[in-house]
């Protein structure tokens, strides 16, 4: 009876070698049993090296970027479809988007999301449109926007007769208070019953948790009724 060999043609050691620990039947393969001999796991574990063809490596994660966008042409030519056109064709997806008329001149603030050659993809687009179009374009990496649990969105509405520094005047006491503004949208206008030139700001604010709210409330008010402002501040309810 021939000795037991492995794939390398060398024999295997036999349970009577002191030299080396014993193998179990399973370890050893009799090169008569089949043509040739395929490595088996011995008592100690599977041999080193060796994988399941049914193991898969694991996959990578997906390594996203981001893309900040703000883009300003003329009323007549808004740059909003040149804009997410590109993103779209480029494989990105558009995470966040802001569209507003200042002037004369259609502002579109946008983000953009996917993988690294596709968002490198997006900024060559992006230069040739800014040559092609009449289309000014600001855009540089960025990144998401960190989770702030520890803040609570609040609305403030301001509603004032026009003059000078209100939104400097708002914009410092938030600051004073560390208080973040997450968004703002101010306005100037004229009343239809009166002519008077009118202020007014919608304001979303996070305020830390940690804040005593009815305090903070009442120097607001009071901060406000110095300026002659009307103004309230409620907790966001969505």
Same mark, same amino acid.
């Given at each position: 009876?021939?000795?037991?060999?492995?794939?390398?043609?060398?024999?295997?050691?036999?349970?009577?070698?002191?030299?080396?620990?014993?193998?179990?039947?399973?370890? $050893?393969?009799?090169?008569?049993?089949?043509?040739?001999?395929?490595?088996?796991?011995?008592?100690?574990?599977?041999?080193?090296?060796?994988?399941?063809?049914?193991?898969?490596?694991? $996959?990578?994660?997906?390594?996203?970027?981001?893309?900040?966008?703000?883009?300003?042409?003329?009323?007549?030519?808004?740059?909003?479809?040149?804009?997410?056109?590109?993103?779209?064709?480029?494989?990105?997806?558009?995470?966040?988007? $802001?569209?507003?008329?200042?002037?004369?001149?259609?502002?579109?603030?946008?983000?953009?999301?996917?993988?690294?050659?596709?968002?490198?993809?997006?900024?060559?687009?992006?230069?040739?449109?800014?040559?092609?179009?009449?289309? $000014?374009?600001?855009?540089?990496?960025?990144?998401?926007?960190?989770?702030?649990?520890?803040?609570?969105?609040?609305?403030?509405?301001?509603?004032?007769?026009?003059?000078?520094?209100?939104?400097?005047?708002?914009?410092?006491?938030?600051?004073?208070?560390?208080?973040?503004?997450?968004?703002?949208?101010?306005?100037?206008?004229?009343?239809?019953?009166?002519?008077?030139?009118?202020?007014?700001?919608?304001?979303?604010?996070?305020?830390?948790?940690?804040?005593?709210?009815?305090?903070?409330?009442?120097?607001?008010?009071?901060?406000?009724?110095?300026?002659?402002?009307?103004?309230?501040?409620?907790?966001?309810?969505?």
């Amino acid at each position: 009876m021939s000795q037991p060999q492995d794939v390398t043609g060398m024999c295997l050691p036999s349970p009577s070698d002191e030299a080396f620990p014993p193998y179990s039947t399973a370890a $050893r393969v009799d090169s008569r049993a089949c043509g040739c001999a395929v490595p088996q796991v011995s008592s100690f574990g599977p041999i080193p090296g060796w994988r399941a063809l049914t193991d898969s490596p694991p $996959r990578p994660a997906t390594n996203e970027n981001f893309l900040l966008i703000n883009a300003f042409a003329p009323q007549t030519h808004s740059p909003l479809v040149a804009i997410t056109k590109r993103i779209t064709d480029c494989g990105c997806n558009l995470t966040e988007a $802001r569209v507003a008329t200042l002037g004369r001149d259609v502002s579109v603030l946008a983000l953009a999301q996917g993988p690294w050659d596709a968002i490198a993809k997006l900024e060559s687009a992006l230069a040739r449109l800014e040559r092609e179009e009449q289309i $000014r374009l600001v855009h540089y990496r960025t990144g998401p926007k960190p989770a702030q649990t520890n803040m609570l969105p609040y609305v403030v509405e301001v509603i004032a007769a026009d003059k000078p520094g209100i939104l400097y005047q708002l914009a410092e006491f938030f600051l004073h208070h560390d208080i973040s503004i997450e968004q703002l949208q101010s306005t100037r206008y004229r009343a239809m019953q009166t002519g008077a030139d009118m202020f007014s700001a919608q304001i979303t604010v996070g305020i830390p948790a940690n804040t005593h709210i009815a305090a903070l409330r009442d120097d607001f008010l009071e901060f406000c009724d110095g300026l002659n402002l009307d103004a309230i501040m409620d907790p966001m309810k969505y």
